[in-house]
């Protein structure tokens, strides 16, 4: 998309102040996600961020806010139904009114985000509107697009000039997805209360938020570890641009991990398992000392 000259400077003010506005809905809703997208280059930074913050507007139509506005279910729905088709269209028009469209339409042109990986994140969203509890089938479904397409995005971010093979992307794709999934499912095990107290949803196939048990509870642990796991072995082929920031959520997730493993079952029911903040400091710190050494067979090249 050819650029129209801006002799006043008018529109790099307006990206200027829509990457603010992301970086504002970042730091409002997830600590541990700021803490770590601060260890990325500025530009590959700010790409996060603008993702993040359409991704933040889609849950809140779906997780209570525009409810407690006073939406019904079908507005909701229609809310939501509107703004993927927003999102799908904005990266074709250089100015937006809503400073978050503004700034993910420009991170989209940049990063080559694929338009079916936004639709497969709206149809999860759409899921939370009508459906409560998860089969095998519908969980790994729901996950891939609420999860595994957004790594699949963050990492198209990350090899923006830094291309590789297409045997390299398609390990590094199984890596984003194995971290995503990883992350998706530590949250609903941190989140499983509020989920089922609030929002009236359990995700995990088979498990009551009110009777977990330590046997459901261990072979969920054990599955988060092998998404871990799998993509902790492809970290270090990426770029050094986004290396230590991926690391350092890796990290704070599996330090998360091993905390909600360690918390009795029943407890998870009626509590929110966190990591305290000098803990998130130390992480963050080893993962900038880890980051120059951590190798990979895969190379995607360095910052």
């Known amino acids: 998309m050819p650029e129209s000259p801006d002799p006043n400077g008018y529109l790099r003010r307006f990206d200027d102040m829509s990457v603010t506005a992301t970086?504002?809905?970042?730091?409002?809703?997830?600590?541990?996600?700021?803490?770590?997208?601060?260890?990325?280059?500025?530009?590959?930074?700010?790409?996060i961020r603008n993702l993040y913050a359409m991704v933040r507007i889609a849950d809140e139509i779906v997780d209570g806010t525009a409810e407690a506005a006073g939406l019904s279910p079908d507005e909701c729905g229609e809310l939501l139904?509107?703004?993927?088709?927003a999102v799908l269209a904005a990266p074709e028009v250089r100015f937006h009114v809503d400073p978050v469209l503004h700034a993910y339409a420009t991170s989209a042109r940049r990063c080559g985000f694929d338009p079916?990986?936004?639709?497969?994140?709206?149809?999860?969203?759409?899921?939370?509107?009508?459906?409560a509890t998860h089969d095998p089938g519908s969980f790994n479904t729901y996950v891939y697009g609420s999860a595994e397409v957004i790594g699949l995005m963050c990492l198209s971010a990350f090899l923006v000039d830094h291309p590789v093979t297409e045997t390299e992307r398609a390990r590094l794709d199984g890596g984003a997805r194995s971290l995503?999934?990883?992350?998706?499912?530590?949250?609903?095990?941190?989140?499983?209360?509020?989920d089922a107290d609030v929002l009236g949803r359990s995700y995990f196939p088979g498990v009551s938020p009110a009777a977990l048990s330590e046997e459901k509870k261990a072979r969920l642990i054990a599955d988060i570890r092998v998404d871990l796991a799998d993509a902790d072995s492809v970290i270090g082929a990426l770029p050094l641009s986004a290396r230590a920031g991926v690391l350092a959520a890796s990290y704070l997730f599996a330090d998360l991990t091993d905390r909600l493993e360690a918390t009795p079952a029943a407890e998870l029911s009626t509590r929110r398992v966190s990591v305290p903040r000098r803990t998130k400091a130390a992480i963050l710190a080893r993962a900038v000392a880890t980051a120059p050494r951590k190798t990979s067979p895969t190379k995607a090249g360095s910052a």
């Open 23 to 47: 970086n504002k809905v970042i730091t409002s809703y997830s600590t541990s996600f700021t803490l770590a997208t601060r260890l990325l280059a500025s530009r590959v930074r700010t790409d």
């Open 81 to 85: 139904d509107a703004y993927e088709a």
């Open 116 to 131: 079916d990986h936004v639709r497969a994140f709206f149809t999860s969203m759409r899921r939370d509107l009508d459906q």
């Open 180 to 194: 995503g999934a990883a992350f998706q499912k530590i949250n609903f095990l941190r989140d499983l209360a509020e």
